[in-house]
C-alpha cells in the first residue's frame, strides 16, 4: 500500500490463531492521518481481531504492527500506541462500579492522577459534545440506555484526544435513527479532533455514513480496499454480496 | 500356542499401554502449568500490592465490602461454633473429670484455629466467589480489555486493592471472631452447663496469650491474601460467558478452601517449631 504521508497506523502481514483456528492470515493495513477507515466482512472473518492486535490486547504470532512510523515491538511501544489511541467496544464496556462520569475520565483520573473536581468538569464537557446532559454523570452505566451508552463510551474515547480511535461495532443493537445519531457524533468528533479513525461494522448505513475508505477482510485477509464512493463498484464479487446482502455468493454464511 | 498369542517384550509403542500413562503426564503438566500461572499471576498483583500507585479510595471500598460486610456471616459462624465447642469439651472432658477447662480449650480453639480458619473458609464462599463472578464478568463484557486500551493495569486498579483488603480486613474480622466465639462458648457454659460467668470469663482471659492471638491473626492475613488472590485469578482467566463466570466462582471457592486448609497446616506447624 502506498502512502503519500506517513501512516499513523500499520499493520504488515499480521496472522493470528486461537487454537488449530487459523483467524488472521497476513493482513496489511495502513491508515493516513485523519482518515476513516472501515472495515468490514462477516462474522468469523477476523476483524475484531485484526483491531485486538493493533492495540496488543492479542498478541500476534507473526508480522508488525507500526504506530506513527515506530514499530510496535515491547510493552512500552503498547503502552505509547495506548496513550494515544481511544477505543469505542461494541457493548460499550463501561465500568459497572463507576458512575458515567468517572467513567468517562477514566484515564485522566486513575491514570494520570487528575484531582476529582477538575475531572468531574472535563467529563462533563465531553458528555455536552456527544449530546448526554450533566445530570447524567451521576448515573451508573446500568441507568442507561444501549444509546446512552454508546454515547458516555464515545466521550471516554475522545477524553484524552486522541490521535487514533478505533470504534468495534459502534451502532450494533441500536434502532436506526438512534444508529444515525451515533454514527453523526462519531464523524463530528473524529473530525473535531482530526483524528484518524478504525472501525468495524456490519451496518452499511453506518459505512457509509463514517468511512473515507473501506477495506474488506474475508478468510484472514483484506481482498479489497477502495474509497467509499467505489463500493458499488468495487468489481469484487465479495464487497458486492456482503454490501447488497445476499447468501448466494462467494461468501458462505456463518451458520 | 501360536506365534501371535506368544508373551512378548514390554512394548513401550504400544498406544493401548501408554495410554494411562499419557493421561497421568499430561495430568501432571497441566497441574504443573497451573502452579505456574498461579504463581505468576500472584507474584505480580502482589509487587502491584507494594508499590505505587495503590489507588487508596479502590481499596477503603473493598475493605468495606470484604471486611464490613462479612462481619454478619463471621460472626453467625463464630458464635455457634464457640457455643457448640464448649458442649462438646464438656462432655468429652467429663470423661476424665476435666469439665473445668471448657473455657481455657475454647479460648484456644477458637483464637489459634477455629476463628481463622472458620472464618477463612465463610469468606471463600462469600468473598472468593464474589470476586471471580465480579472480575469473570468483566472479562467476558471487555471491561479488562477497556482497562488496558486506557494504559490502566488490571493488576494495580483490580486486583491490588481487593488482596491488600483481604489481607487487612480478615484479621480484624478474626478478632471479632475471637471474641463472639468466646462469647458463644460462655452463653452456653453459664447458660447450660452451670459455670459461673464471671469464673469463665477470668480463665479465658487468663489462659490465652498474645502468641494464641498472633498466631490466629497472622493465618488470618495468609488467608485473606489467598481468598482474594484465587478469586482474582479465576475471575481473570474466566471465558465464554454465563457458564464461564460461574465455573470461574467455583473453581475460585474450591482452589481458596483448599489452599486455606494446607497454607493452615502448614503456618501450624511453622508455628509449632518456633515456638508462636
Redesign the interface.
Known sequence: MNFSIKPILELRDVHKAFGPKQVLRGVDLAVAPGQSLVVIGGSGAGKSVTI?SA???VTPEKGEVFFDGELVKNAKGI?AL??R???L???G?????LTVWENVV??PL??D?MGRGQANKLAIENLAKVRLPASAAELRPSELSGGMQKRVALA?AIVAKPDLIFFDEPTTGLDPITADAVNNLIVEQVKALGAAAVSITHDMASVRKIADEVAMLHEGRIIWRGPVSKLDSSGSPHVDQFVNGRAEGPIKPAI | MTAAAEPTSVQPRDPVLLRPLRLIGRTVLGGLREIGRITAFSARVLIACVTP?I?LREVL?QCLKVGYFSLPVVGLTAVFIGAALALNIHTGGSRFNAEQFVPNIVVLGITRELGPVLAGLMLAGRVSAGIAAEIG??RV???I????????QPAR?LYAPRVIAGILTLPLLVLVADIIGVLGGYLVAVGALDFNGSLYLKNSWAFVTGNDIWSGVIKAAVFGGIISLMGCYQGDRSQGGAGGVGRAATLAVVGAAVLILASNYILTSLFVRIGL
Open positions: 485486538k492495540l496488543g490486547l503502552e495506548r496513550r489511541t481511544g477505543m467496544f461494541q457493548d464496556a463501561l465500568f459497572d462500579s477514566f484515564a486513575y491514570r492522577g471516554r | 500507585v489507588y471500598r464478568a468483566m463484557t471487555e471491561q480489555d477497556a482497562l488496558l486500551t486506557l494504559s490502566a486498579y
